[in-house]
């Protein structure tokens, strides 16, 4: 079945960096956009990033732009989060995310925490 998991999450401190990695099973992933959200603690789920299917067009949320970079690796099935500069407002759950048969689908998140 259609299947996101997510890694690479953990505690690290103001102005560190993190590589998120997201790897997909059960669709052809090379066919499809993706997308990084985050959830910060009490907060409502929010948009990170996006690439599309071809990999040339990429959007960031205005608050990271600058900062993360997101890519994929159509050989490995796999989308990745670079966060650099991170600070302590980056702390939430990430999501990766992609649309297939009309229907949305998330993994089950990984936690990066930023804090001294």
């Known amino acids: 079945q259609v299947q996101l998991v997510e890694s690479g999450g953990g505690l690290v401190q103001p102005g560190g960096s993190l590589r998120l990695s997201c790897a997909a099973s059960?669709?052809?992933?090379?066919?499809?956009?993706m997308s990084w959200y985050r959830q910060p603690p009490g907060k409502e789920r929010e948009f990170v990033a996006y690439?599309?299917?071809?990999?040339?067009?990429?959007n960031y949320a205005d608050s990271v732009k600058g900062r993360f970079t997101i890519s994929r690796d159509d050989a490995k099935n796999t989308v990745y989060l670079q966060m650099n500069s991170l600070k302590p407002e980056d702390t939430a759950m990430y999501y990766c995310?992609?649309?297939?048969?009309?229907?949305?689908?998330w993994g089950q998140g990984t936690l990066v925490t930023i804090s001294s």
């Open positions: 995310n992609t649309k297939t048969g009309g229907v949305e689908v």
């Open positions: 059960g669709f052809t992933f090379s066919r499809f956009k």
């Open positions: 690439i599309s299917s071809s990999g040339g067009i990429r």
